[in-house]
């Protein structure tokens, strides 16, 4: 409007120039705050309260089951092995309801038993006999209904000493019923149709409709697995040489004499291994 006087706008860089300062006070705020709250360099104000916070995130189950993990994967014969896993419904019925480290009351073998269900399924252990039966061991593969090998374990690699590296990780020892010449799997797989009904309904069983399902699946199985000298000896269940063991590699696991392996685990139990 005339007369009254043209109202002056600040020229464009002042806004700028304060924008600048305004990045550099809240930054220097920032840094301030953070100094004497969580940096180590000052009072350090705030740590105790984020370190509980971190404990209570933390789980102690998570952490035993990362630690076995871990501790399986080094114990794991002589070198680590990467074992991929099977698609879910191909699994063994036991893993619906059990982990891979499904031992856990025994403290001083369980990670020896976990162990062994890198190549051995569950049933290889806890197989009931049957009456009319007899119990016999096969390599299974659920990818292969023949498998032929070479399995892991089962030979040595002349050069390095270690066990051969195979290239079918997915083969396990298994029982299977012999009735005459007739010779049928003794074990469940995951897509059994009561193991697929089990997984849809359990969040509605109460406990004890769990509990009858749970013995549906425990069928021919016996809560205590075979002891060690079952194998680990002359005469042992499992017929090594039929299995594809070599025979050096046979005769170390019927006496179970590995250097370095037993020392640690001598202490233990090794000394009653063989004892009657
Ligand atoms: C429906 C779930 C379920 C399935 C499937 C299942 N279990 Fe279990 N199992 C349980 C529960 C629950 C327990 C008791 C809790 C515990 O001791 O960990 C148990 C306990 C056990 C025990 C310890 C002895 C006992 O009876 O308490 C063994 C051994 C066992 N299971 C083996 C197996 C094997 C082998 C398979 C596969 C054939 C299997 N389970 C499948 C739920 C299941
Ligand atoms: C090398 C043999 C062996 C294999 C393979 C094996 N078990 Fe066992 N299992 C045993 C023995 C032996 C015991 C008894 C341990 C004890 O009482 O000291 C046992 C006990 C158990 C228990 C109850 C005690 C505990 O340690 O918590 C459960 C549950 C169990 N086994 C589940 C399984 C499942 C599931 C599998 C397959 C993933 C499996 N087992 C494979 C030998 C074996
Ligand atoms: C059902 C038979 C069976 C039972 C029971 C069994 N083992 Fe084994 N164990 C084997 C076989 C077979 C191997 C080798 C598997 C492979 O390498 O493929 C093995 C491997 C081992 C190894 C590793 C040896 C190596 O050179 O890789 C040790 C150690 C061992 N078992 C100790 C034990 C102890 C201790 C127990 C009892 C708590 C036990 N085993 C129970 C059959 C068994």
Sequence with gaps: MPGEPKRLEHPKSVYIIGFIFKIITLTVLIAVIY???????????LIPVQKKMGEKQRSAI??????EEEYEKHRHFHHSVQYPQLPENMRPV??????????????????MLNM????????????????????????????DDDPKGPFFGTSYDSETGNL??????????????????????AIQIQDAPLAQDYVK?????????????????????????HECKKC?????????????????????????????????????YIPNLFSE
């Excluded at 036991?94 to 990670?111: E, L, Q, V």
């Excluded at 997915?170 to 010449?181: D, L, R, T």
């Excluded at 359990?202 to 021919?220: G, I, M, S, W």
Aim: with cysteine; aromatic share 12%.
């Design 232 to 268: 680990h000896a002359k005469g042992s269940i499992l017929e090594f040489k039929k299995l594809g063991f070599t025979e050096n590699r046979t005769i170390d696991l019927e006496q179970l004499n590995i250097t370095g392996m037993v020392t640690k685990y001598e202490k233990f």
């Design 116 to 143: 062994h269900t890198q190549f051995f399924v569950c049933e290889t252990c806890h197989i009931e006999e049957k009456f009319g039966a007899s119990v016999v061991y096969q390599w299974y593969n659920p990818l």
């Design 62 to 67: 998570l952490d035993e089951v990362r630690r």
């Design 164 to 185: 051969m590296e195979v290239a079918d990780h997915f083969s396990k020892i298994a029982p299977y019923f012999k009735v005459g010449s007739r010779v049928e799997s």
């Design 201 to 225: 309904v359990r969040d509605k069983l109460t406990p004890e409709q769990r509990d009858n399902v749970k013995k549906k699946f425990h069928v021919n199985i016996k809560a205590k697995g």
């Design 35 to 45: 100094q004497i709250t969580f940096s180590k360099h000052g009072p350090g104000l």
């Design 94 to 111: 036991c893993y619906i309801c059990h982990s891979d480290y499904p031992h856990s009351k025994n403290k001083k073998i369980r990670a």
